[in-house]
């Protein structure tokens, strides 16, 4: 699945939830159930939802990702939503 990169502002509440070490509702889907089912012509997986902190965001590959305290990595263009900020209509 190509990567489509998430509007600036939204990148910017991303980095204000790790600096202020927020604990947020993230919603996301999961990547290859997501681009394997798309490929498929059959309905994507529901959204997973986590309680959860944000360690990190960083760019990979020219690829955007936000990182977890477990280790978990979720590329940017796959978050539905974290904590009030919704993500799946705007892109740069």
Do not use: W
């Not at 360690?55 to 690829?63: A, E, G, L, N």
């Amino acid at each position: 699945m190509n990567y489509k990169p998430i509007a600036s502002r939204l990148y910017d509440e991303l980095e204000r939830i790790i600096i202020e070490k927020r604990e947020v509702e993230l919603v996301f889907h999961a990547g290859s159930k997501e681009a394997d089912a798309t490929r498929n012509g059959e309905e994507a997986a529901e959204p997973i939802t986590l309680q959860t902190r944000i360690s990190d965001v960083f760019t990979r590959d020219k690829q955007e990702f936000i990182r977890l305290p477990d280790g978990q990595e979720i590329r940017l263009d796959r978050l539905v939503r974290a904590g009030s900020h919704e993500f799946g209509n705007e892109s740069c």
